[in-house]
């Protein structure tokens, strides 16, 4: 949030603020918008206004009468009531006042004891100062839907005499859901962005450029245009160096901003993976940097390319940015030899860097490297956005407290020149309310202390219940806020940063919350966090039950989990996004009695060899022509690979690679196997689970390949195949690109969990 800086404006607005402040300047310092349930004001609308100043308007008007009871009086029934306009200043013909020219989400809050004036500089301008009053007034919106809704109640509603100038710190202000939503669901998180000051300009990001080509050369009609690897062009980036790509691309733009005029950016984020072209005039490009990510950079490349379209464009839009992504593990950095044009827009996502804190935290040294990769972009281009993950994909809807970090960071974000925020969110505020109701102050206003707003926050929710609700915040958060290494994507440490004490001391603040919430509504939002520690106090004690535990006592922890996420599913589809939080959190069943859930921990493994620059995964070693279990091989930097026995604790399902061997960073090895079934052909399913990319071998030949980067879940990818009666080899080709390197595995019946019937498994080919 800030006052104007505008040189030919500064000094008057300062002066206007200064005289309606300064005492004696009104003889009464509040103005009653309401009094023993009766409204003392009129609504003034501007002479022509808005779908977005109507909704405004009603949401004003109805959100008092829901505070005092007062109704509204109309243009028509003056009498003793002052005037309130609510409306843009161009559309006003004879205001009382003079109002300096404001830009789009500028507004003007002016109250004094005959008028109070609510002026933008556009609608979205309008909508911000009647929020602002609001909010003012004491009305919060702290998640979307009626549980939400804080509003204090009283007969009497007043406002101190003020006049303020404002407009917000970041031009760019979203958090939309990942996995989408319902209609209704989107139209209350709709509801929840106007109230809390959020937008979105139609500036655009996302991965579309493969798309953008495709409007006038698909790749099934000019597969020339695209990516050539390997020798064969495929759909999975474009070929950014041929002069007919970029000419295509400029006119399906040109088209696109025609039919679109509005447009202030438009996304050419490159696919969403790292397959980019091998032909000699884009590798002749390159810089021969190696990326943050890992692997030789593409990033010259692909701003020539860029600067190319944006000339292209210049002369019919001059004004409009393309964007695209820094991003992956070739185009994090910014390009080394290349100009980067004015117009360029960049969203630095905050992927492969640590996922519990922020650029304001200094001791973690994930964050102040994405600080230093901020510096390098900003000095490049002034139209740099971030692009947040709140939380990370991987969290199943559990508890993963940011609101510390975004309240530490948006000042320093603020200082570097950032323009704005993307934050991929999810539909599951039963935990994750806190970390979006704080970044949204927060990107209103980067300058504020960020503690009180929490407190505020919490005071409004909880009301009666609020002091141990604060403690329940306070020692959920206390341990992965102060974790000094990078905290990875996923779910395989999460007990460690919220370890039996917190969860018990949680616990105990909840009980004294729901022994002090007396309101029905309080009632509702304690009874909405206690289903979410739920969802967690099961998740943690089902992945550090022990040895001890048994098979039955093991089910009923899985079943208390899947009845936590049950119960907020059934309550309200905006407290858990359900199908994910099963997807991600049932995964940890693996971790306890693998063999009763069918999961194979028993391999040969051979390794490691070279994966640098994820090169490995398609590179073909020894053992992909054939397994010798006594050969050996030329494994990474010359040292010798041969064939060993894995096993893990027969209760484990993960088989740890990166505890087989001392070379464990951008590398591959292989685990084989062989199944034999008493009766087939039969269809069963593979379920893989891997860190990082996998392939698997049926009898030698391909079934299944994904090069990706993740944490390993089990069953991640499901590969339906055909098994023939007799024994087949199951070869698996693990890959390795930072951190933890290891898999799941299990055969299951088709469509099921339950594992295959008839089938016995063996690290020992047949005699």
């Known amino acids: 949030m800030s006052f104007f800086h505008f040189p030919s404006r500064t000094f008057l607005f300062h002066l206007l603020a200064a005289l309606a402040l300064a005492p004696g300047a009104y003889s009464e310092s509040l103005v009653f918008l309401a009094k023993d349930g009766t409204a003392q004001f009129h609504l003034v609308l501007d002479s022509d206004p808005s779908g977005l100043d109507t909704t405004v308007a009603e949401d004003l008007v109805g959100t008092i009468e829901k505070i005092s009871g007062a109704k509204v009086s109309t243009e028509d029934d003056k009498d003793g009531k002052i005037p309130v306009y609510l409306g843009e200043r161009d559309e006003f013909s004879n205001l009382p006042i003079e109002i300096p020219p404001l830009d789009e989400e500028d507004f003007l809050l002016n109250v004094t004891p005959n008028a109070i004036y609510l002026i933008g500089g556009s609608p979205l301008g309008t909508s911000h100062a009647a929020y602002t009053l609001l909010r003012q007034v004491g009305c919060r919106w702290v998640m979307p839907g009626e549980i939400g809704e804080c509003l204090p109640k009283s007969k009497d509603l007043s406002i101190k005499v003020q006049e303020r100038f404002e407009s917000p710190d970041f031009s760019f202000r979203d958090i939309w859901y990942a996995y989408g939503c319902s209609v209704e669901a989107s139209k209350r998180r709709a509801d929840w962005l106007r109230r809390n000051r959020m937008h979105r300009p139609p500036v655009q990001h996302g991965h579309n450029l493969t798309n953008t080509l495709a409007v006038f050369a698909p790749f099934e009609e000019r597969p020339d245009l695209y990516s050539l690897e390997n020798g064969v062009r495929t759909k999975n980036q474009i070929c950014t160096s041929n002069p007919e790509a970029v000419a295509l691309v400029v006119k399906a733009i040109s088209e696109y901003l025609k039919k679109y005029p509005d447009t202030q950016a438009y996304s050419l984020c490159p696919d969403d993976n790292t397959d980019f072209c091998e032909c000699e005039n884009c590798t002749a490009l390159d810089s021969g940097h190696m990326d943050r990510g890992g692997r030789p950079s593409i990033s010259d490349r692909y701003q020539v390319f860029l600067n190319q379209v944006l000339e292209g464009l210049s002369k019919e839009h001059p004004d409009v940015l393309v964007t695209h992504y820094a991003y992956n593990e070739n185009h994090t950095d910014p390009p080394v030899n290349t100009p980067v044009h004015p117009n360029t827009g960049i969203f630095l996502t905050t992927s492969v860097f640590c996922s519990a804190h922020g650029i304001g935290d200094e001791f973690c040294d994930s964050r102040m490297d994405f600080k230093q990769l901020l510096s390098e972009w900003t000095a490049k281009t002034k139209h740099v956005y971030i692009y947040e993950y709140d939380p990370v994909p991987y969290s199943g809807g559990l508890p993963w407290p940011m609101w510390d970090a975004h309240g530490r960071e948006m000042k320093v974000y603020k200082e570097l020149g950032v323009q704005g925020f993307s934050f991929e969110g999810q539909d599951s505020w039963a935990s994750y309310f806190p970390n979006y109701y704080i970044g949204a102050q927060m990107m209103w206003n980067a300058e504020q202390d960020y503690h009180p707003v929490f407190e505020d926050m919490l005071d409004s929710f909880f009301h009666e219940a609020s002091a141990p609700m604060k403690e329940y915040y306070r020692i959920l958060a206390s341990k992965i806020g102060s974790v000094e290494k990078k905290v990875e994507w996923g ?60 098979w039955d006592e093991y089910q009923q922890m899985v079943k208390r989990l899947e009845d936590s996420i049950q119960r907020m599913e059934e309550t309200n589809e905006d407290f858990l996004l359900a199908d994910i939080a099963r997807e991600k959190t049932l995964a940890g069943i693996s971790d306890r009695f693998a063999m009763e859930q069918g999961f194979i921990n028993k391999w040969r493994i051979c390794g490691p060899f070279d994966n640098v620059g994820k090169e490995g995964h398609d590179r073909v070693y020894g053992p992909e022509e054939g397994i010798d279990l006594t050969a050996t091989y030329t494994g990474k930097e010359g040292e010798t690979a041969s064939w060993k026995v894995c096993e893990v604790p027969e209760w484990q399902g993960y088989v740890d690679l990166k505890a087989q061997y001392d070379q464990d960073n951008f590398v591959v090895a292989y685990a084989v196997n062989w199944i034999t079934l008493d009766q087939g052909p039969k269809e069963v399913e593979f379920r893989v689970g891997s860190n990082d990319s ?74």
């Open 694 to 767: 996998v392939k698997v071998f049926l009898n030698g030949e391909e079934v299944w390949a994904n090069p990706i980067s993740r944490p390993a879940s089990a069953d991640d990818d499901i590969v339906p195949v055909t098994l023939p009666k007799g024994t087949s080899q199951v070869l698996l080709k693990i890959g390795q690109t930072g951190r933890d390197w290891g898999f799941y595995f299990r055969i299951t019946e088709p469509n099921s969990t339950t594992p295959v019937s008839g089938a016995e498994i063996s690290i020992d080919p047949p005699k």
């Open 491 to 550: 779910l395989l440490d999460y007990p460690k940063y919220f370890p039996r004490e917190v969860v018990e001391g949680c616990r105990e603040a909840l009980e004294q919350a729901e022994a002090k919430a007396n309101t029905p509504m309080v009632k509702k939002r304690v009874e909405m966090v206690r289903m979410s520690f739920d969802e967690m106090d099961a998740f943690t004690a089902m992945k550090t039950a022990g040895p001890e535990t048994k």
